[in-house]
């Protein structure tokens, strides 16, 4: 564990950066000596602090976003238990669904269902049990790069005992909570559970339903194809309208309409209309046409033959686009114009195209209105035989797509083309475009559970704030109904059964009712789907349903299902133990997913608000903003940067680029600076100590500090405790780490600097300051331990003594203390005006190294402050005045309420001064590059003609031999010294040289 030293005792710069090397191992040592463990026993009586883990699917590598989650979890926790809190830290992995299911279809070079079905060709039994097994494998085929990236970082989390959302217990639990739920009713007396057929949004590539919330996370801004198209208006319709007969002249009558899904035109069975709508009658060339009058924009040359309201053209038949696609059966409304609320004139020709399989508001109006319900697309997204030009052939292609167009303009029933750029969703998994598909599914009525949602969502702290009403709050206002169902394989099966006979419906709740028992039992599919049962009312035969369950219910069931609730460990449910989390962090994705589900279901469970306390991190984005991608190649590898940087360095980085909510512009350069503004700098301080004042071997501190620089340091120490406290209580770590990284920037360039006189050996040597200097850098260990793990603990290894603990993790963390606030008022005033002080030198040209006569502030400063202004401003004299003084050597400067006035002038003898510490300088430069430790003496020898040089030499020996530890000084023959320096001073050449 040792590091090289050099004189000054610090690890140069271009040196190979050590810590990489030093994490590994203090990682060595905590497996060793079992330090995690150790921390839980030391705090198992403690309060619990209740903490989630949102569980990744370990089918991929981790990510530098991953590495961002698990260490905000980790400064939390770690910190609380500092606080003496009992964390448990039980760590999961999401196992089932589609991410899972595409990764093998990839690895087996497959693609959709049939293929899956036939892995074993012509048994699709075998074949699901094969690709089924597949699934299991590759979800934790990077368990071991989770597991070890998970230690590399320091995030401690009970890797051995994790919750597997595959394994039977899991998946029992899951059942019990859906019989739970399917046996609720909303105020309304509907089922919360049920089976619809709705318009779904569907995947077609993966020809199964998504949720509302996977839909979502899939948006995407397209340009693609919208159409203007005609409606041929039958004739003998417009026979029964006399207003309308009354406007039009002979021409063909044309209703336009307006899509940016050609593929579902051959669908369309009826067109919608507003009643309130004022509708115009155009002339164009020999034809006529009917579309909202504020919509005429879209028209270039036209004449208006007159206006009707849209109830006038209520039940105007037309002639379908493609005769045949649907057949019409008994319906009475097909083809026709229908009033509807939805329309309106924002965009297209406010007569909109209805094709009621393929959109929501289509839907619901064709049950209304008894249009037909057949579909002309399946569902693999190719079109039925119905649809005979394009049958078998996939509706999104652009060949079908501009196939259609070409058809409708043939035939003269297309307007125009024009390019529309509108948000659209894509699959999460596999990015094909989602197609509005009405289908069967099993749904959660969510919709009803609103209130409940809004007001649990009430008792969560959400960092950042504006997330609560804002994109969670919005999102939870138009929650829709959960459609819970997937035709998939890979998943929890749902537990419903149905009968054959009668269609009654069973729930089953646990493994027992299905006569199975045991933790060893695989009831994934196909397995599953064999189970047969008796139904209790018709004594026939009940099925189960083929569907597996959407995997966001899997991990939002988590709370419940990680300890195999209800059948086993109720009271950390029942009794508060483990529920609900005080603390869940993720990305901010996750206001889609899993802050979502976990909430949805303990809504639907009547739970209240599973988590009390949520950090949504923003995204990790490239040094320019873009997204990180593969074929970007602009990812960052997290272990890259661990093996160069080391693990503390990523997580202060981390942990301080930004807000946790705001977005992350990773720059590998900023992981450099950390470790150059606190990590070194933070080494550096704790090999001052060793070098100069371990030998002293300083006792415990007694609480007692007579020196100023002490005094203020001890009050330093107390404010940044308290801030730092407070913003991690408030689960804000960033503030935390910048405020620890202001302490260890102050308490080296301020606090230390200005004291290494009483700290090393020699005649102004103060005990006392040792002791303050010892317990100082304890305190900032303890309160770095959260943020830097791995340093906090190194350094706690170097400077403990026989009361410590083994490991700085099982530090206490510091109470409030007393803090000096006036202290800390004062010295913020005096490092003000040394600022000003400074710039007021910058601005006059004269160097820090020139001593001045005399400085005021206008500040009542006691004499040890004012000398540490003189000190720091290099100037002979500071003085407290109400009134500065003027003339033309005064030059002052202000600040706020502060002023500082430097007497420029330079006398003779300040002239000299100057000139001995410049001297000093380079006699000191010399000393280093011959390698001198403190400890050496040393003869210097000049050689000068400059007569005010020669007086420097001869008259200021005694203060030069101080400066710069030498035995003698004298003029004499240089050239036979070793380490000589020629150089310009006081405008003349002077030869130097030490001899040792
Ligand atoms: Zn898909
Ligand atoms: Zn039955």
Not at 966 to 978: A, F, N, T, W
Request: neutral net charge.
């Amino acid at each position: 564990m040792h590091s090289k030293k050099s004189e000054a005792g610090k690890i140069e710069k271009h040196s190979k950066n050590p810590f990489p090397e030093m994490e590994e191992e203090i990682l060595e040592f905590w497996t060793k000596e079992d330090i995690f463990q150790k921390s839980l026993d030391k705090t198992k009586s403690g309060r619990p602090f209740i903490f989630f883990e949102g569980p990744p699917t370990a089918n991929g590598k981790p990510g530098i976003h991953h590495v961002l989650a698990r260490i905000y979890k980790d400064v939390i926790v770690r910190f609380k238990t500092m606080q003496g809190f009992y964390v448990e830290r039980k760590a999961g992995w999401d196992t089932h669904g589609l991410p899972v299911e595409l990764q093998v279809e990839k690895a087996l070079k497959i693609s959709g269902k049939q293929q899956i079905e036939n892995i074993v060709p012509g048994d699709k039994k075998a074949s699901v049990i094969k690709f089924n097994a597949e699934c299991k494998e590759s979800v934790m085929q990077f368990r071991q790069d989770w597991e070890e990236i998970t230690k590399r970082i320091g995030f401690w989390l009970d890797l051995d005992h994790p919750y597997i959302t595959y394994e039977p217990d899991y998946i029992e639990s899951v059942w019990s909570i859906l019989k739970e739920v399917s046996e609720k009713k909303d105020k309304a007396g509907k089922p919360m559970l049920f089976k619809g057929h709705k318009v779904v949004q569907h995947c077609p590539r993966c020809e199964t339903a998504l949720s509302s919330h996977e839909v979502a996370q899939g948006y995407r801004t397209v340009s693609e194809n919208s159409v203007y198209i005609k409606f041929k208006v039958e004739d003998k319709a417009l026979a029964e309208k006399p207003s309308l007969k009354k406007i039009l002249k002979n021409d063909p009558v044309y209703f336009l309409s307006w899509t940016t899904t050609p593929w579902t035109l051959p669908g369309n069975v009826a067109l919608a209309i507003g009643q309130d709508i004022v509708y115009a009658i155009v002339a164009k060339g020999d034809e006529q046409y009917i579309l909202a009058k504020d919509r005429l924009g879209i028209l270039d040359e036209y004449k208006v033959l007159g206006e009707v309201s849209g109830r006038e053209l209520v039940g105007l038949s037309y002639e379908p686009l493609f005769a045949g696609a649907v057949d019409k059966g008994e319906s009475k409304t097909v083809w026709t114009v229908l009033p509807a609320d939805f329309v309106t004139t924002a965009d297209g020709t406010g007569v909109v195209h209805t094709a009621v399989m393929y959109g929501e508001e289509d839907y619901q109006l064709g049950k209304k209105s008894g249009l037909p319900t057949q579909h002309t697309v399946d569902q693999a997204g190719k079109f039925l035989p119905s649809v005979k030009k394009w049958a078998g052939k996939f509706v999104k292609d652009k060949d079908v797509e501009s196939g259609i167009i070409q058809d409708l303009q043939d035939r003269n029933l297309l307007l125009k083309v024009e390019l529309y750029t509108h948000e659209y969703p894509f699959c999460w998994r596999c990015e094909t475009p989602l197609l509005y598909y009405a289908k069967d599914s099993w749904f959660i009525r969510m919709s009803s559970l609103r209130g409940e949602l809004l007001k649990n969502n009430q008792e969560i702290n959400w960092v950042p704030g504006y997330l609560k009403t804002g994109r969670f709050g919005e999102w939870l206002k138009e929650v829709k109904d959960w459609a819970i169902s997937r035709e998939r394989y890979w998943g929890t099966p749902l537990p419903i059964w149905v009968c054959e006979k009668c269609e009654a419906v069973k729930v089953v709740g646990s493994f027992e009712e299905l006569g199975r028992k045991g933790s060893k039992i695989d009831l994934h599919r196909p397995f599953v789907d064999e189970i047969k049962l008796q139904c209790e009312k018709c004594k026939g035969e009940m099925k189960r349903v083929p569907e597996v369950l959407d995997v966001w219910f899997d991990s939002g069931a988590m709370p419940f299902a990680q300890w195999h609730y209800p059948f086993e460990n109720s009271n950390r449910i029942d009794a508060g133990q483990n529920f609900p989390a005080e603390y869940i962090s993720e990305a901010i994705d996750q206001t889609r997913g899993w802050f979502y589900t976990l909430l949805a279901v303990s809504t639907l469970l009547g739970k209240g608000a599973p988590y009390k306390n949520v950090i949504s991190l923003g995204l990790i984005l490239d040094n320019k903003g873009q997204k990180m991608s593969k074929s970007k190649g602009n990812i960052i590898e997290p272990n890259q940067v661990i093996d160069e940087f080391g693990a503390d360095a990523l997580r202060l980085h981390l942990f301080t680029m930004s807000q946790a909510g705001d977005s992350k512009l990773f720059d590998i350069k900023g992981v450099d600076e950390v470790v150059k503004k606190t990590i070194l700098i933070f080494w550096n301080i704790l090999t001052f100590y060793q070098t100069y004042v371990a030998d002293a071997k300083p006792k415990e501190f007694s609480g007692n500090a007579e020196n100023l620089m002490d005094q203020w340091v001890l009050a330093r120490l107390g404010q940044a405790t308290e801030v730092i406290t407070k913003k991690l209580e408030s689960f804000d770590p960033t503030s935390a780490a910048w405020e620890l990284q202001a302490l260890i920037a102050d308490f080296s360039t301020w606090y230390l600097r200005r004291s290494r006189e009483r700290l090393r050996p020699g005649d102004n040597f103060s005990p006392e300051s040792a002791r303050v200097l010892k317990h100082a850098i304890r305190q900032v260990v303890v309160l770095s331990a959260p943020f830097a793990p791995f340093l906090a603990d190194k350094i706690y290894q170097e400077i403990k003594t026989k009361t410590s603990q083994i490991s700085v993790h099982l530090e206490n963390w510091p109470g409030k203390s007393e803090i000096d606030s006036k202290i800390l008022k004062e010295m913020e005033i005096v490092r003000s005006a040394v600022e000003l002080g400074h710039a007021i030198r910058k601005d006059n040209n004269l160097k820090v190294r020139q001593p001045l006569s005399a400085v005021e502030v206008n500040h009542e400063l006691a004499a040890d402050l004012r000398k540490v202004l003189a000190e720091e401003l290099n100037v002979m004299e500071c003085k407290s005045v109400k009134k500065l003084s003027t003339g033309p050597n005064w030059k002052s400067k202000i600040g706020g309420a502060l002023a500082v006035n430097l007497n420029i002038e330079i006398s003779e003898e300040l002239k000299h001064k100057g000139l001995v510490r410049e001297m000093a300088r380079h006699i000191n430069d010399l000393r280093k590059s011959a390698g001198l430790t403190v400890k050496d003496m040393v003869d210097v020898e000049w050689q000068t003609e400059d007569e005010t040089l020669n007086h420097i030499f001869t008259e200021h020996a005694p203060e030069l031999r101080e400066l710069t530890r030498s035995r003698g000084i004298k003029l004499g023959e240089v050239e036979s010294v070793e380490f000589k320096k020629d150089l310009l001073l006081n405008k003349s050449r002077v030869v130097i040289g030490i001899k040792k």
